[in-house]
């Protein structure tokens, strides 16, 4: 072929061309990242205001703008289960002034077979944030006080049951399938577009149940507005220490919502390696640490090599759940 010595179909002048550029600009890059950030940083919550993922950002990135001399400026964009927030980042400019403030469905992206992004490919995990259990929250007109009432009544009025969830294919709605298959029971599931709509429909008596997420909920639960169940962890909470492990009953179950923060791929290692350290600093202010315990949110310092671990195991567990059990997407 005419021309064999190119490399996808660029002559040689043009490929030493974009080196020497490349070489230029190399410097610039670096210094980029060794002073980032140099401007306000857009910080994206794929979650409408008032759940767990958008009240956590809050906390950490607050004291991270003290820190870094920047603002990091807060964007919810909800909807699709946090992929059209999480997909805006993948597709966002490489160089540290969009990040995402990712969460547990980037780990179920299986369940989404029309997504124009990849997680894996598209996204490179920096830091991160949290893990959270999830407590079986009921209305307080809901008659079982315990997890076996809930089980026989589900059985005894099979589909009867509205269960609400922050969205199809997140967390909350596996655990919900998990729960259901292993317990033998057929539920109704309702959706919404995140964790605080939910909890709202919960407390106004709309739906019955709701496997949410502890931090919200603890405050609604010690105050009487909603009844705690069990929760998907396993160890007794300290706020809540008369409520149950589900794997009380169900030997095994456990689940966790998790949150992280991920990079456009492409972004300069030294921002990723700045911006880890500087979650990492911020995770160690005694106010913020303070506040996640109270929260019952597990955090701990790590590197975006074991939260790249991390990742890849959950997407591998939640990705073969999911095609065993057939659970597909309306």
Not at 3 to 30: D, E, F, K, M
Not at 132 to 140: D, E, G, I, R, Y
Not at 188 to 205: F, K
Not at 277 to 286: E, F, I, Q, W
């Amino acid at each position: 072929m005419k021309g064999s010595n190119t490399a996808g179909g660029l002559s040689r002048r043009t490929l030493l061309a974009a080196g020497a550029i490349a070489a230029v600009h190399a410097p610039q890059v670096r210094a980029q990242g060794a002073d980032w950030p140099t401007r306000s940083v857009r910080v994206v919550v794929p979650w409408p205001p008032g759940g767990t993922a958008d009240s956590v950002a809050r906390v950490l990135f607050t004291e991270a703008s003290r820190r870094a001399g920047q603002q990091f400026v807060i964007e919810n964009r909800g909807g699709a289960t946090g992929m059209i927030g999480s997909g805006s980042v993948a597709a966002a400019a490489p160089d540290g002034t969009t990040i995402l403030y990712g969460t547990t469905p980037l780990s179920t992206a299986v369940l989404f077979p029309q997504l124009t992004f990849d997680p894996k490919r598209d996204l490179v995990p920096v830091w991160q944030s949290i893990t959270v259990p999830q407590l079986m929250l009921a209305h307080p007109s809901v008659q079982a006080r315990n997890v076996a009432e809930v089980i026989a009544d589900a059985k005894a009025r099979p589909g009867t049951q509205n269960w609400a969830s922050a969205g199809s294919g997140g967390v909350q709605h596996l655990s919900l399938e998990l729960f259901s298959r292993r317990a033998g029971i057929e539920v109704n599931h309702v959706p919404y577009r995140g964790g605080g709509p939910a909890t709202n429909d919960l407390l106004a008596g709309q739906v019955s149940f709701y496997m949410g997420n502890a931090d919200t909920a603890i405050p609604l639960v010690t105050s009487g507005r909603l009844k705690a169940l069990c929760h998907t962890g396993q160890e007794r909470l300290a706020a809540l220490p008369d409520v149950p492990a589900l794997s009380d009953t169900l030997p095994g179950f456990e689940t966790y919502e998790w949150n992280g923060i991920f990079v456009p791929t492409g972004t300069p290692p030294a921002v990723i390696a700045r911006l880890n350290g500087l979650l990492n600093d911020t995770l160690a202010t005694p106010a913020v640490a303070d506040r996640l315990r109270t929260l019952e949110l597990q955090a701990r310092q790590n590197t975006p090599e074991q939260f790249a671990t991390f990742f890849g195991e959950q997407t591998s567990r939640w990705t073969a759940f999911i095609r065993e059990a057939n659970i597909r997407l309306e």
